[in-house]
């Protein structure tokens, strides 16, 4: 999962960016709105973290405009400000939660995967399809209630299917996602990455449609 961390304070920044590595986000950072707001419109973020407290503008005004002009990812509001008046604000601009300073790294977390579970239609934090499940707390997979080792890379990539499955997910899509941006979308990551999957999880798993992209599978397919 990729998000975008919104903090012009640059120790918290910092110490926020090293807590979503460590629970396997790839993460980016932005320190005004201005900055945000052309990621957010020019990249591909799972979420968004928001301070409202920004130098060039309120965090409501940048969230309300990308409302307005149809971004509708995920967003976090992470604030100092605990009146009512404020939380109310940033609710009717189009914010999905709220966490005030100071807060526990962990309570972040569960609440970031919890947006980006519902934004994909999942209410339970343990995603299951088939035998395979894959808990979004602790990014423990198993199959057949039998655990699997994963590389972070590749519990990201399996995440993100999880989460889409049974739709079919293109190499483009996958890649804005899963891999920075930094990474070559022609390159053979992904093709590496879903090979490793296959040989871990087995290889019927992970369906591969010609000029589409990749659906992980319940069943096999010539199961009647």
Not at 62 to 71: K, N, P, Q, T, Y
Not at 108 to 121: D, E
Not at 137 to 144: E, K, N, W
Not at 172 to 192: A, F, G, K, Q, W
């Amino acid at each position: 999962m990729k998000c975008l961390l919104v903090e012009d304070d640059l120790a918290l920044a910092g110490a926020l960016m090293d807590v979503l590595r460590q629970g396997d986000w790839l993460a980016e950072s932005a320190a005004t709105g201005q900055e945000a707001d052309f990621l957010v419109r020019t990249e591909t973020y799972d979420a968004v973290i928001l301070d409202l407290g920004l130098p060039d503008g309120d965090g409501v005004r940048w969230l309300s405009a990308w409302r307005e002009g149809g971004i509708n990812l995920p967003v976090l509001i992470l604030t100092a400000r605990e009146r009512w008046a404020d939380k109310a604000a940033g609710f009717s601009a189009g914010a999905d939660d709220y966490v005030t300073k100071p807060f526990e790294a962990a309570e972040v977390l569960f609440r970031l995967h919890a947006l980006v579970r519902r934004s994909h239609g999942h209410a339970h934090p343990l995603l299951s399809v088939g035998e395979l499940t894959l808990d979004t707390h602790t990014q423990h997979v198993a199959l057949a209630s039998r655990p699997v080792s994963l590389t972070a890379q590749e519990t990201r990539l399996l995440c993100y299917l999880m989460q889409a499955a049974p739709r079919v997910v293109s190499r483009t899509e996958l890649s804005e996602h899963v891999y920075d941006r930094d990474h070559e979308p022609d390159s053979n990551v992904i093709d590496v990455q879903v090979s490793r999957l296959r040989r871990k999880l087995g290889a019927w798993r992970i369906a591969t449609l010609r000029g589409q992209g990749y659906r992980l599978l319940a069943e096999p397919l010539d199961t009647p």
